[in-house]
C-alpha cells in the first residue's frame, strides 16, 4: 500500500473517536480508501455487486424482523462474550461486511472507538448509511421470497468505516486492544501475512478474535491450514497465547423464505498477544 506508519501517540485511547486512522488515499463518497483498488478488482470484487451479494448480506445482517431471528448470532454471541471488560478501548472487525458485529459492539461499549474494515466499497457504502447515518435501505429480496424491506438504521457516533486490505492495516503498531475477524481468513490470498498485520496493530496483552470456516478457494489453502490444528500451532509458534477454541461453532445460513441453507462448521478462537 505504501502508506507511511503514523507515529503512535503517548496514549492512543485518549484519542477522540475515529482519530487512529490516517490521512487516507482517496476517498469515495464519504468512505476514507487506504487501498488502491483498481477497476480490474472492482469488477472481480463479488462484493462489489448491489443487487445480488450485497443485497443478500442484508438480507443476512439486517432483517431479523422479517425472519425472526439472526442467523449469525452464534458468531455474535462468542465475540460479545470474549471482549475485555473495560471502559475504553480501540477494536477494529476487518472483513466486517455490512458492519453487524462492529456496529454491536459500538453500541453495547459506547466508551469503545470501533473501526469497519472491509475491501468491498459497496459494502461499506451501505453500512456507513444505515449504522451511521440512520438511512433507511430497501434490499432487493423478492428473489429469496422475502418481501423488500425498509430497513431504517440507527446512528453510531462510535462506529467508523474504511476500505483496507485485510493483509494490510491502516493503523500504527500497537494501537489496538482488540482484532476480531470473521468469515475472512481462508479469503485472504495469505492467511500467515493477515495473522502477522493482525499482531502488528495490537498492543501487547491485546486479543485477537477470529470464527472462520476455512472454507479456502485454492488448494494451497487446504494444504496448508486443514485440519485446523495447524492454524492453531501457526499461531501459537509466532507467541500467541490462547485464551479460547472451540471446533465446531455452528453457523446455519439460510438461502431463502423456503429454509434451503448452508452450515458452516467454523472454528472459533481467541488469542492474546505476548510479550511487553
Known amino acids: 500500500m505504501g502508506l507511511p506508519s503514523a507515529p503512535k501517540p503517548r496514549n492512543v485511547s485518549d484519542l477522540p473517536s475515529g482519530q487512529l486512522l490516517p490521512a487516507p488515499i482517496s476517498w469515495r463518497r464519504d468512505i476514507p480508501l487506504y487501498y488502491n483498488k483498481t477497476a480490474a478488482e472492482y469488477r472481480a470484487d463479488v462484493y462489489e455487486r448491489y443487487d445480488e451479494l450485497v443485497s443478500r448480506q442484508m438480507a443476512l445482517h439486517l432483517t431479523d424482523e422479517l425472519r425472526g431471528d439472526y442467523p449469525f448470532q452464534p458468531v ?33 461499549k459506547p466508551g469503545w472507538d ?6 468491498s466499497y459497496q459494502m461499506l457504502r451501505h453500512a456507513h ?51 476480531i475477524n470473521t468469515f475472512l ?20 496483552g491485546g486479543k485477537l478474535i477470529m470464527v472462520t470456516p ?13 485440519p485446523p490444528v495447524k492454524l492453531l500451532e501457526h499461531l501459537l509458534q509466532q507467541g500467541w497465547t490462547l485464551e479460547d477454541w472451540v471446533d465446531p461453532l455452528e453457523v446455519r445460513e439460510p438461502m431463502d423464505e423456503r429454509g434451503n441453507a448452508v452450515v458452516w462448521q467454523t472454528v472459533a478462537g481467541v488469542f492474546t498477544k505476548d510479550g511487553q
Not at 471488560?85 to 458492519?99: E, F, I, M, Y
Not at 470501533?114 to 475491501?119: A, C, K, Q, R
Not at 448509511?129 to 446512528?155: F, I
Not at 478457494?217 to 494444504?223: A, E, F, M, N, T
Request: aromatic share 10%.
Open 76 to 108: 455474535l454471541d462468542y465475540v460479545l462474550r470474549q471482549l475485555p471488560d473495560q471502559d475504553r478501548a480501540a477494536l477494529t472487525d476487518v472483513g466486517c461486511s455490512l458492519g453487524r458485529i462492529a456496529a454491536e459492539i459500538a453500541q453495547r
Open 114 to 119: 470501533v473501526y469497519g474494515l472491509d475491501f
Open 129 to 179: 448509511d444505515y449504522w451511521k447515518k440512520g438511512v433507511t435501505l430497501t434490499p432487493h429480496l423478492a428473489r429469496y421470497g422475502w418481501e423488500n424491506p425498509s430497513l431504517s438504521g440507527p446512528q453510531v457516533t462510535n462506529l467508523h468505516f474504511a476500505l483496507a486490505s485485510g493483509q494490510d492495516l491502516p493503523f500504527a503498531d500497537e494501537t489496538l486492544d482488540v482484532v
Open 185 to 204: 481468513l481462508d479469503r485472504l490470498p495469505n492467511p500467515a501475512r493477515g495473522l502477522a498485520e493482525w499482531r502488528r496493530v495490537l498492543r501487547p
Open 214 to 226: 476455512l472454507n479456502f478457494l485454492s488448494p494451497d489453502g487446504w494444504r496448508n491450514w486443514n
